[in-house]
């Protein structure tokens, strides 16, 4: 047996080639050899970018003697979490039912038909940090499965009954979900909210933009201002942040501290997209200059760094260069002042530069001290000291880039820079949208619309998932509601057709994450759980709600409130990872549709739609067109028209809409109206 990594596509995967470790890559005919030698399988799962994957890589996987224990009494199989979060999904569920926390490295034991029994994440070479060495746990786990087959036989059947109990979601009462109901739940997620530091919850900290965008609903709704609070201070702690790139732009995945200073470097593409599209959001009210700043810059390094050579995004960026995670970003005191010269002191002092480190003696530049931004000249002033540290910077060693392109992530991203490109008026940013959905629909689609979860180096691989369905579907209506070019509402339509053919589950409702005529595995998972990623049966819900409202269509309405019902079983036992099924609710049940009628090149048209920039409206639903006679005979606009001869918006909500506005005076009094917050 040999190491078969070698003709894999994934850089993760292709990282660890050249181990002594006889990896396999997952597969049935691994499995029928972990089979036919009686061994248990090993699954290592991480991904490219993952700080602790390369740690445990370098301690383990790298060294003889522990890949010649690894090869003897194990099949060892290695996974890329990206290019098979099927997989991971199942496994990292197992792994918490054995009360341990998740996360990357995934250490899993399985026996040869892939069902768990036992496992961890990252595991020192010898016994430390009150872990198990890794050469004992081989050991034990080898002893255990040749002499002790009836302790794995118990763990496996335990988790393999508590995982499809799990799949199966709660039974019981099912309560009813209303905007009451949603405005109780987010003052329970503001109730975790960090009041010294911003965020949700304490160390480490994760950006989670679907809970903020939950609480900032409800202050849309309700008018309560401590809401708003809690997500502009969460949001500006990370724009100011060490979490932060303040000389290339773009945010790490997390900060390991309370602060938000010490990120793990990695920089995801879905995190920047979940970001920045919040931060859009909360910009049509606020018009914060540190939210739009960070948009351009966030949005200028996806452009420059992870826009690969056909047009989509590249999927990160390692934390570690030289094999020191950080090391590309963070300064000594010593460099700054020999490169800024007389302008150091004030540089430092302002990003937070101390003469012993403010982490691991060494410097990441944040601006925690100074949140707010300073005056317009002192701003200007230090924009050219920036440029040129990251100019020095181009200089050091960057960390790897995992070119593959992930359908799912790249899904969000396009509907981002869709957004982002319309409100600033940045065309640019919506023709790099519309080239990455060429790219997803060019590599990674087969002509029946069927879609590959990841393609690179010319290879679309893995089927599809769920994720990969909804947030394309999001996508193509974000496009279609941005450009109003027809093709993108029908490509959203193609997708939703074949998730209700091969994702759909008849008996409970809701969507399955993986396709009826997928590779099978030892669960098919369903669930509305938000993850590192939104939940896809979270983002489809928005997506059915607007194929209702843009066409009329029954179905999508039908299925959407089947789901609702299905996932709202969840709430009584944990609402916390339901907030996008909770968020695309509202838009469900609380949707403004914008119908704009005239031709969408009139300069008035374009005043209507710059309207808009003024109110944030995330159940907003924008169409344009020159007859509502193509609109459902049963839709509320439908017949209305231009008046006077003018092009004309029209705000409904439900059956009902408003009067026409052909004037920008008369369409700011109907959004102000419709906007007017709740009772504070």
């Given at each position: 047996?040999?190491?078969?990594?070698?003709?894999?596509?994934?850089?993760?995967?292709?990282?660890h080639q050249d181990n002594p470790v006889h990896w396999q890559p997952w597969s049935a005919e691994t499995l029928a050899?972990?089979?036919?030698?009686?061994?248990?399988?090993?699954?290592?799962?991480?991904?490219?970018?993952?700080?602790?994957?390369?740690?445990?890589?370098?301690?383990?996987?790298?060294?003889?003697?522990?890949?010649?224990?690894?090869?003897?009494?194990?099949?060892?199989?290695?996974?890329?979490?990206?290019e098979r979060p099927d997989i991971d999904q199942i496994y990292q569920s197992a792994l918490a039912l054995l009360g341990?926390?998740?996360?990357?490295?995934?250490?899993?034991?399985?026996?040869?038909?892939?069902?768990?029994?036992?496992?961890?994440?990252?595991?020192?070479?010898?016994?430390?940090?009150?872990?198990?060495?890794?050469?004992?746990?081989?050991?034990?786990?080898?002893?255990?499965?040749?002499?002790?087959?009836?302790?794995?036989?118990?763990?496996?059947?335990?988790?393999?009954?508590?995982?499809?109990?799990?799949?199966?979601?709660?039974?019981?009462?099912?309560?009813?979900?209303?905007?009451?109901?949603?405005?109780r739940i987010a003052e329970r997620y503001a109730g975790e909210a960090d009041p010294v530091y911003g965020g949700i919850?304490?160390?480490?900290?994760?950006?989670?933009?679907?809970?903020?965008?939950?609480?900032?609903?409800?202050?849309?709704?309700?008018?309560?201002?401590?809401?708003?609070?809690?997500?502009?201070?969460?949001?500006?702690?990370?724009?100011?942040?060490?979490?932060?790139?303040?000389?290339?732009?773009?945010?790490?995945?997390?900060?390991?501290?309370?602060?938000?200073?010490?990120?793990?470097?990695?920089?995801?593409?879905?995190?920047?997209?979940?970001?920045?599209?919040?931060?859009?959001?909360?910009?049509?009210?606020?018009?914060?200059?540190?939210?739009?700043?960070?948009?351009?810059?966030?949005?200028?390094?996806?452009?420059?760094?992870?826009?690969?050579?056909?047009?989509?995004?590249?999927?990160?960026?390692?934390?570690?260069?030289?094999?020191?995670?950080?090391?590309?970003?963070?300064?000594?005191?010593?460099?700054?002042?020999?490169?800024?010269?007389?302008?150091?002191?004030?540089?430092?002092?302002?990003?937070?530069?101390?003469?012993?480190?403010?982490?691991?003696?060494?410097?990441?530049?944040?601006?925690?001290?100074?949140?707010?931004?300073?005056?317009?000249?002192?701003?200007?002033?230090?924009?050219?000291?920036?440029?040129?540290?990251?100019?020095?910077?181009?200089?050091?060693?960057?960390?790897?880039?995992?070119?593959?392109?992930?359908?799912?992530?790249?899904?969000?991203?396009?509907?981002?820079?869709?957004?982002?490109?319309?409100?600033?008026?940045?065309?640019?940013?919506?023709?790099?949208?519309?080239?990455?959905?060429?790219?997803?629909?060019?590599?990674?689609?087969?002509?029946?619309?069927?879609?590959?979860?990841?393609?690179?180096?010319?290879?679309?691989?893995?089927?599809?998932?769920?994720?990969?369905?909804?947030?394309?579907?999001?996508?193509?209506?974000?496009?279609?509601?941005?450009?109003?070019?027809?093709?993108?509402?029908?490509?959203?339509?193609?997708?939703?057709?074949?998730?209700?053919?091969?994702?759909?589950?008849?008996?409970?409702?809701?969507?399955?994450?993986?396709?009826?005529?997928?590779?099978?595995?030892?669960?098919?998972?369903?669930?509305?759980?938000?993850?590192?990623?939104?939940?896809?049966?979270?983002?489809?819900?928005?997506?059915?709600?607007?194929?209702?409202?843009?066409?009329?269509?029954?179905?999508?309405?039908?299925?959407?409130?089947?789901?609702?019902?299905?996932?709202?079983?969840?709430?009584?036992?944990?609402?916390?990872?339901?907030?996008?099924?909770?968020?695309?609710?509202?838009?469900?049940?609380?949707?403004?549709?914008?119908?704009?009628?005239?031709?969408?090149?009139?300069?008035?048209?374009?005043?209507?739609?710059?309207?808009?920039?003024?109110?944030?409206?995330?159940?907003?639903?924008?169409?344009?067109?020159?007859?509502?006679?193509?609109?459902?005979?049963?839709?509320?606009?439908?017949?209305?028209?231009?008046?006077?001869?003018?092009?004309?918006?029209?705000?409904?909500?439900?059956?009902?809409?408003?009067?026409?506005?052909?004037?920008?005076?008369?369409?700011?009094?109907?959004?102000?109206?419709?906007?007017?917050?709740?009772?504070?």
């Amino acid at each position: 047996m040999k190491n078969l990594l070698g003709k894999e596509t994934s850089p993760y995967l292709l990282q660890h080639q050249d181990n002594p470790v006889h990896w396999q890559p997952w597969s049935a005919e691994t499995l029928a050899l972990a089979k036919r030698e009686g061994k248990p399988i090993l699954l290592s799962v991480g991904y490219a970018a993952c700080h602790w994957c390369h740690v445990m890589a370098h301690e383990s996987f790298e060294k003889e003697e522990t890949a010649a224990l690894m090869n003897e009494k194990f099949i060892n199989i290695k996974v890329d979490r990206e290019e098979r979060p099927d997989i991971d999904q199942i496994y990292q569920s197992a792994l918490a039912l054995l009360g341990e926390q998740g996360g990357w490295p995934l250490t899993m034991f399985l026996n040869s038909n892939g069902e768990p029994f036992w496992g961890g994440t990252y595991f020192p070479p010898e016994n430390a940090y009150g872990r198990p060495g890794f050469t004992n746990v081989l050991e034990t786990i080898s002893e255990i499965f040749k002499n002790e087959p009836e302790k794995v036989t118990k763990n496996r059947d335990a988790l393999k009954s508590a995982l499809q109990n799990l799949n199966l979601g709660p039974g019981g009462e099912r309560p009813k979900l209303t905007l009451d109901v949603l405005n109780r739940i987010a003052e329970r997620y503001a109730g975790e909210a960090d009041p010294v530091y911003g965020g949700i919850g304490s160390a480490p900290k994760f950006p989670q933009t679907y809970v903020l965008e939950n609480i900032w609903r409800s202050y849309l709704r309700s008018g309560v201002t401590a809401l708003s609070d809690v997500v502009i201070k969460a949001l500006g702690a990370m724009a100011q942040g060490g979490i932060y790139d303040h000389l290339g732009g773009g945010f790490a995945r997390y900060s390991t501290d309370a602060r938000w200073l010490a990120p793990h470097f990695e920089k995801m593409l879905y995190d920047n997209a979940q970001i920045l599209d919040l931060c859009l959001t909360v910009h049509h009210e606020t018009k914060s200059e540190l939210f739009e700043a960070r948009i351009y810059e966030t949005i200028e390094w996806v452009l420059r760094e992870m826009v690969t050579a056909d047009g989509g995004f590249a999927a990160t960026i390692d934390a570690d260069s030289e094999g020191v995670e950080g090391k590309f970003y963070v300064w000594s005191r010593d460099e700054l002042e020999e490169i800024l010269g007389d302008h150091a002191p004030h540089f430092m002092e302002v990003y937070g530069v101390l003469p012993e480190g403010n982490w691991e003696g060494t410097n990441i530049l944040n601006r925690l001290a100074y949140p707010d931004p300073l005056d317009t000249e002192s701003e200007a002033a230090l924009a050219p000291l920036r440029q040129k540290l990251f100019e020095h910077r181009q200089s050091r060693i960057a960390p790897s880039l995992d070119d593959k392109v992930l359908t799912d992530w790249n899904g969000l991203m396009i509907a981002a820079l869709a957004r982002a490109g319309q409100y600033f008026g940045e065309a640019h940013w919506i023709a790099a949208a519309e080239a990455a959905f060429v790219a997803i629909t060019t590599h990674s689609m087969e002509s029946d619309g069927r879609l590959y979860h990841s393609y690179r180096l010319g290879r679309a691989q893995h089927s599809g998932l769920l994720d990969d369905y909804a947030n394309m579907s999001r996508a193509a209506l974000t496009l279609y509601e941005v450009t109003g070019k027809a093709f993108y509402l029908e490509r959203a339509e193609q997708w939703v057709e074949v998730l209700n053919a091969h994702f759909w589950d008849k008996n409970g409702g809701g969507y399955f994450y993986t396709a009826d005529d997928a590779e099978a595995l030892i669960l098919r998972s369903k669930n509305a759980h938000d993850n590192a990623v939104p939940s896809g049966n979270g983002v489809i819900l928005e997506v059915l709600a607007k194929l209702h409202l843009l066409t009329g269509a029954r179905d999508p309405f039908e299925k959407a409130t089947t789901m609702v019902r299905h996932f709202s079983a969840d709430l009584g036992r944990n609402f916390f990872p339901l907030a996008t099924l909770l968020n695309n609710f509202e838009t469900l049940v609380n949707a403004r549709q914008v119908i704009i009628v005239g031709p969408r090149s009139d300069p008035q048209t374009i005043d209507l739609i710059n309207t808009l920039k003024d109110y944030s409206l995330p159940t907003r639903v924008l169409n344009i067109l020159e007859d509502t006679a193509t609109l459902p005979f049963d839709h509320p606009a439908q017949g209305k028209g231009m008046v006077g001869g003018k092009p004309t918006a029209y705000l409904c909500t439900g059956p009902v809409c408003s009067a026409p506005a052909n004037t920008v005076p008369d369409f700011v009094a109907l959004l102000q109206e419709a906007t007017a917050h709740g009772p504070a």
